[in-house]
């Protein structure tokens, strides 16, 4: 009897272990049959369709690396795009951060009327959408449109927005500094996971406010910032409905930017493999900023469990 | 037995106080001279929305501008809404669509997201960081060959390239919900496995009433993302009947806007309207979802 049970106890126990992975893999098995199907294997079509000249409708022909050079060296609208969308992304993530930031140190405070007022600042970032694209197109309206109205009131002739070639896309990053308050909450957030007791020695030790915001607030929000800036990043390179929306990448192509390219390539033009190309040069710009910035990141950003 | 005390004592009865006091107003004032304007700042596009949407043809394009409307026509809703396009029928097709994908997100993510929050089992972490790797990846790099696949598969013009992939997951909610999860104490669901209890007992028992606010967020942000989703139904859907809001509304100031910005303000708005509105009743649960995640949209 004793023989049965101690043979039996661990049997029970390695099938408790695997009742356990069974359970994983039953639980995770929707997503996992998502990823394949609609993630990874995409993933790898993609791949492949970048090497070949597919237009969704001709047979397709291996084409190797012919797409990467036609796009570096024989298609001017691809550098336009890039330049653009770097330019617009530069704009709205210093804007956004910056500006969210502000607003943070801000309403951080235990003051009446904060709460109203972070809402309010909220509301604009979950206003998104086509709703709030067109919004914006009547807010530009070069005659009356409300923007060159609070310009005219402090006496500046405002431009034709939307319809100017140098003023399209500036707009376009106005528009998106509307929405920081996704942002905002976020590093209201981090401020005030600051822990009291560093202010306190802060003051003992007579610090200006000037000195306990760089030394303090900004050292111990640094983590919560690195991830705004990161997730800014991506998403501004991403910046597609406003552009189909608002200026369709014009006047010209003033705005026109790479996801629109390749919308355009992909779905106007059906050049599929064209626009996988694009598509995975995209990718690969991403990457290497978030690399860049995770690089960059370890000069500036403090983590606590990690200092010496 | 060491005495408790060992702050000093608050500075209630001493005579730098006042200045204090004076200090602390001059500091409320600079907060306040430069949170108010930022705020009104923001709200105003709003206001002026409502304000546009109340006008007659030839208010709107008084310069400056008014801000209060008379007559207030409270009919251009009603008008912008029935008599151009049939919104009544894009409307029911929009909430049919994020109903359905924030039922299917919840159940697939939250069934993930306690899979890695709490069950072992090998080859964990690198099905973990599939997810993680995934929410990074722009989604351009997959609409093209999905565009593909559904197309090979006749979903063309129909619902099923929207509704299907929401029942397998999004990397961002299996996240959101997997951390969040992860904060629950581990006893309590111990305790419940001894006593027997499966892991679906013990996710749907235990885990998920204790996960509102987690839920809540996946809720809100799932009804954002879905009713404001713009380039599926752009690329997939063609007849009218099928369409959705954020498709027809674009179609709308395609065909009229430029004639009818009262129109088109009302309409627009009358689309905003439900995201303000979910976002109102989810609020509480939502803002500490967030704070207690770290997550943003």
């Known amino acids: 009897m004793g023989l049965t049970a101690a043979s039996t106890r661990p049997r029970k126990r390695l099938s408790l272990r695997q009742r356990e992975e069974l359970d994983f893999y039953l639980f995770i098995g929707l997503w996992l049959v998502g990823f394949l199907l609609f993630t990874g294997g995409p993933i790898l079509a993609s791949l492949l369709f970048s090497f070949t000249n597919w237009t969704g409708l001709t047979t397709q022909e291996w084409v190797g690396l012919e797409n990467f050079r036609k796009l570096l060296f024989d298609d001017p609208l691809f550098w336009v795009a890039t330049r653009n969308t770097f330019f617009y992304s530069l704009g709205s993530v210093l804007l956004g951060t910056l500006g969210a930031l502000a607003v943070a140190l801000l309403l951080n405070q235990k003051l009446p009327g904060t709460t109203l007022m972070r809402v309010l600042y909220y509301i604009p970032s979950i206003a998104s959408g086509v709703a709030v694209s067109i919004l914006w197109i009547w807010m530009f309206n070069p005659q009356v449109g409300l923007v060159n109205y609070l310009l005219s009131l402090a006496g500046i002739p405002g431009p034709l927005w939307l319809g100017s070639q140098q003023w399209a896309l500036p707009a376009l990053i106005l528009k998106s500094t509307w929405a920081i308050g996704a942002n905002m909450i976020v590093l209201l957030a981090g401020l005030q996971a600051v822990p009291a007791s560093l202010y306190e020695a802060a003051k003992i030790d007579g610090a200006h406010p000037w000195d306990e915001f760089f030394n303090v607030t900004l050292p111990m929000l640094s983590p919560v910032l690195f991830y705004v800036l990161v997730i800014s990043t991506i998403s501004s390179f991403q910046i597609l409905t406003d552009v189909l929306v608002m200026t369709q990448g014009g006047p010209g192509t003033a705005t026109l930017v790479f996801v629109y390219y390749i919308y355009q390539n992909a779905f106007q033009y059906l050049k599929m493999g064209y626009a996988s190309a694009l598509a995975w040069i995209l990718f690969a710009i991403i990457l290497a900023l978030t690399l860049l910035q995770l690089w960059g990141s370890k000069k500036w950003v403090y983590y606590e469990d990690q200092a010496a | ?297």
């Open chain 2, 1 to 297: 037995m060491a005495p408790p005390l060992t702050r000093p004592p608050l500075p209630h009865t001493q005579p730098w106080h006042q200045k204090r006091s004076v200090r602390k107003g001059a500091h409320a004032a600079l907060v306040y001279a430069l949170a108010v304007p930022g705020a009104i700042l923001f709200t105003i596009p709003l206001l002026w929305m409502l304000s546009t949407a109340l006008k007659e043809p030839k208010q709107i394009f008084l310069f400056p501008p008014e801000w209060i409307p008379d007559p207030l026509l409270w009919g251009n809703f009603v008008a912008g809404w029935n008599d151009f396009l049939p919104f009544n029928t894009f409307l029911a097709n929009s909430l049919i669509i994020t109903v359905s994908n924030i039922v299917g997100n919840l159940i697939s993510c939250s069934l993930a997201a306690f899979a890695f929050a709490r069950l072992r089992a090998r080859g964990k972490n690198l099905l973990f960081l599939l997810v993680l790797g995934t929410m990074l990846l722009p989604q351009e790099v997959t609409v093209i060959p999905q565009y593909v696949l559904f197309t090979r598969l006749g979903w063309n013009d129909s619902w099923l390239p929207l509704m299907v992939p929401p029942w397998f997951g999004w990397p961002f909610f299996i996240f959101l919900l997997r951390q969040f999860f992860m904060g629950i104490p581990r006893e309590l669901d111990e305790a419940a496995r001894l006593d027997g209890a499966s892991s679906g007992r013990i996710l749907w028992n235990l885990i998920l009433p204790l996960s509102k606010p987690a839920l809540a967020t996946v809720v809100i942000f799932g009804f954002i993302g879905n009713w404001n989703n713009f380039l599926y139904p752009l690329i997939y859907i063609r007849s009218m009947d099928k369409q959705v809001l954020a498709v027809a509304l674009n179609m709308f100031r395609g065909a009229y806007g430029n004639a009818n910005y009262q129109y088109m303000m009302a309409v627009s708005l009358l689309v905003l309207l439900p995201v303000l509105v979910v976002f109102f009743l989810g609020q509480r649960l939502f803002v500490r979802g967030i704070a207690l995640t770290g997550i943003k949209g």
